[in-house]
């Protein structure tokens, strides 16, 4: 009887496939699925700024000498081999009080994020709604929220014992949404006219 394949191997395999993109292109493993993408467009640029600017200041900032509780990256990478993944969220947030930070030199972040945003574009939004959303449920991430540049809205997600499941969309007005309650932001200005 022969043994059954060695996923932990084929996921090594999968990293060395990311880590021999060429500058331009990210490569992802969702659950052992490889994906590539091109740099972001325009838009999609736009609402990953404004997002990060009103997150960091309303939550990552605080008065001096005292850090703040909540840490945002930008394209952070993070890994789990446990759920045979590597992935870039477009955006990250740590919480100091409940997950902890993680440490400032590691090219690979294996502490999950509480949240992630994915900006959608038409070049990612199959794989960042199907096996990157399903990633982020068995990596332990918390939140997930998809912001849709077309429709001008923001899917919230939350991960019961390992599944990504609706709780809110937001489509005007102040954003208001877990994990963060009032985040002090019109949506529309999040998005590019």
Same mark, same amino acid.
């Given at each position: 009887?022969?043994?059954?394949?060695?996923?932990?191997?084929?996921?090594?395999?999968?990293?060395?496939?990311?880590?021999?993109?060429?500058?331009?292109?990210?490569?992802?493993?969702?659950?052992?699925?490889?994906?590539?993408?091109?740099?972001?467009?325009?838009?999609?640029?736009?609402?990953?700024?404004?997002?990060?600017?009103?997150?960091?200041? !309303?939550?990552?900032?605080?008065?001096?000498? #005292? $850090?703040? =509780?909540? *840490?945002?990256?930008?394209? %952070? @990478?993070?890994?789990? &081999?446990?759920?045979?993944?590597?992935?870039?969220?477009?955006?990250?947030?740590? !919480?100091?009080?409940?997950?902890?930070?993680? #440490? $400032?030199? =590691?090219? *690979?972040?294996?502490?999950? %994020? @509480?949240?992630?945003? &994915?900006?959608?574009?038409?070049?990612?939004?199959?794989?960042?709604?199907?096996?990157?959303?399903?990633?982020?449920?068995?990596?332990?991430?918390?939140?997930?929220?998809?912001?849709?540049?077309?429709?001008?809205?923001? &899917?919230?997600?939350?991960?019961?014992?390992?599944?990504?499941?609706?709780?809110?969309?937001?489509?005007?007005?102040?954003?208001?949404?877990?994990?963060?309650?009032?985040?002090?932001?019109?949506?529309?200005?999040?998005?590019?006219?």
């Amino acid at each position: 009887m022969s043994a059954g394949p060695d996923f932990a191997v084929a996921f090594r395999a999968l990293e060395s496939l990311v880590e021999s993109q060429p500058d331009g292109v990210t490569g992802e493993i969702a659950r052992g699925v490889f994906a590539m993408s091109p740099r972001a467009r325009p838009r999609h640029s736009f609402s990953l700024g404004e997002l990060y600017h009103h997150l960091r200041n !309303r939550f990552g900032d605080s008065s001096p000498g #005292t $850090p703040p =509780d909540w *840490l945002f990256l930008v394209d %952070p @990478e993070t890994r789990s &081999e446990a759920a045979y993944s590597r992935l870039v969220p477009d955006v990250a947030g740590w !919480r100091k009080s409940t997950t902890g930070w993680p #440490t $400032p030199d =590691d090219p *690979l972040i294996e502490l999950m %994020p @509480e949240w992630v945003a &994915e900006v959608l574009s038409p070049g990612t939004r199959a794989f960042d709604e199907g096996p990157k959303k399903d990633a982020y449920g068995l990596m332990g991430v918390g939140w997930l929220w998809l912001v849709d540049t077309e429709a001008k809205r923001i &899917e919230v997600l939350e991960n019961v014992r390992g599944k990504m499941l609706p709780r809110a969309s937001v489509e005007s007005g102040a954003l208001v949404a877990p994990p963060f309650g009032v985040v002090g932001v019109d949506l529309a200005k999040l998005f590019w006219a």
